[in-house]
């Protein structure tokens, strides 16, 4: 014959077990969506930006070219998660930044989403010399308006694009989610390879 109290001790061992499951799979999304946010916060530096205003914002349109000669519009990745990096041959904070940009473009590389940098070059020898072994990251020109010498201080040395979007120095960054909404602005550089800077990036790639 079964054991009437050795059973009831045993549903209930298992009512509990089947609890603090669901309590875990309750708890992870959450603690996920936390450390996410976390991350995302680390990695943004301002909720605003001097030309677009408050984020979010719908990123505005533009067209560069590539070393091809061809068109890339922003418009043409829409679907897809775009870290967007504004830089410079000239620039050595750039400079400091491209190995970590590379190499999370490498490890996050898919379908939904793409790296697109705009170097403030007045040509593509320059930009070349700051890239010599190439590139896994997109890259166009973002020639400045001016005729003036390159040099890091000078607000009319960023390209025409950079200085539509507020660029004040470079490198500066979007992160813009696959509806086209500017989702996070970064001033300066950032260590992209980083676990904070990816669990960022692959959280809106899921997304």
């Known amino acids: 014959m079964v054991d009437a109290r050795k059973l009831a001790a045993g549903g209930g061992a298992l009512v509990v077990g089947l609890a603090v499951a669901a309590a875990f799979v309750w708890m992870t999304p959450r603690a996920a969506a936390r450390e996410t946010r976390a991350a995302c916060e680390a990695l943004r ?10 984020l979010p914002v719908v990123a505005p349109d533009f067209t560069a070219y590539g070393h091809d000669g061809q068109p ?3 418009s043409d990745f829409r679907g897809k998660v ?3 990096n504004f830089w410079a041959s000239w620039c050595k904070v750039c400079e400091a930044e491209k190995s970590s ?6 490890d996050l590389a898919g379908d939904d989403f793409v790296v697109l940098t705009l170097a403030s070059d007045h040509g593509w020898d320059a930009v070349k010399r700051a890239l010599p072994g190439g590139a896994p990251f997109r890259v166009v020109l973002d020639p400045p308006a001016d005729l003036g010498r390159p040099g890091p201080l000078d607000d009319d040395n960023l390209g025409a694009i950079a200085q539509a979007w507020g660029i004040k120095a470079v490198p500066e ?9 500017i989702r996070s602005y970064m001033i300066n550089k950032r260590d992209w390879d980083s676990a904070v800077a990816e669990t960022c990036l692959q959280a809106m790639i899921d997304e």
């Open 72 to 74: 890339v519009r922003l």
């Open 45 to 54: 530096s301002s909720p605003s930006n001097p030309t677009l205003g408050d």
């Open 173 to 181: 960054s979007f992160l813009i989610d696959k509806k086209g909404v």
């Open 82 to 84: 775009v870290l967007l």
């Open 101 to 106: 940009l590379a190499q999370m473009t490498r």
